[in-house]
Structure formats: C-alpha cells, structure tokens
C-alpha cells in the first residue's frame, strides 16, 4: 500500500542505497497470524524491488532479522514510526550497536496499514449479495 511506498521512499533518502530484509511467509504466519501473509514471500520480494527506491529486496526466514543485519551491516537502520527505541527487538538492537548502525525511525503513515486493507476487503466482500 502506499504507506509502504512512502515509508521506503524515506528510508532511501537516509542512504546511498536501499537494501529491504523482508520476513518469509513462515515468520509472517508467526508474527501475524492465520491468514498471513497473503501474498507469497516471493510476491513480495518482486513487488518491492520493482519500486523505484529499492535497490534490492531479500528474503530471510528467521522471526529476528539478527543474521540479515551481520550479513548486511547497514550503516542505517530504518523502521517505521509505529516503534520507538523501546520497542525495537533487542537481539536486534544488539548486532546493531555492535556493527554501529544509525537507528533512525520514520513517522507512521495515520490511516495506511495492510491488517487495516484487509479488514476493509473483507468488510466489502461480506456486504456484496451473490
């Protein structure tokens, strides 16, 4: 959704490139819960590094981004305003610190949010008569 869109934009505008760890669907269907994700990881993959500010999109399949962020090593860390420093993991905030990665937090996007999309698809579909 186009809160993502701008969320990325932002975050490429904090570096040379834009490198984006996407969750694979099993720590998705973790996190999320039943019905997630509900596009592949794949799909996702795709989508992400066909948009314009994405210099590359990549897979990793833990819960954690921890191995993603040793591989990588970001000089930024980039996440959306729905955290703050208190809220960020802390295995992740650890291999941060210890590589010396800038955290910086973008503002939320008020009123964008895929459980939010889907709420409303389901919303409309249960209205429709067939």
């Known amino acids: 959704h186009v ?3 701008r969320y ?3 975050a490429r505008a904090l570096g ?3 490198v984006v760890g996407l969750n694979g669907d099993r720590s998705v269907h973790e996190l999320k819960g039943a019905g997630r994700p509900i596009t592949t990881e794949r799909d996702r993959a795709e989508i992400l590094a066909a948009l314009q500010c994405v210099d590359l999109a ?3 399949p833990e819960i954690r981004a921890t191995k993603f962020l040793a591989a990588v090593r970001p ?3 980039v996440k959306g305003g729905d955290y703050t420093p208190g809220t960020l993991d802390q295995e ?3 291999i941060l610190k210890e590589i010396g990665s800038a955290i910086r937090l973008i503002p939320f996007e008020i009123g ?3 459980s939010g999309l889907i709420e409303q698809i389901c919303t409309s579909r249960s209205g ?3």
Do not use: K
């Open 112 to 114: 964008y949010s895929t």
């Open 128 to 130: 429709q008569t067939q």
């Open 75 to 77: 000089a930024v860390y």
């Open 92 to 94: 992740e905030r650890a």
């Open 16 to 18: 040379e490139l834009l």
């Open 58 to 60: 990549t897979i990793f």
């Open 8 to 10: 990325l934009q932002a």
């Open 3 to 5: 809160g993502h869109v």
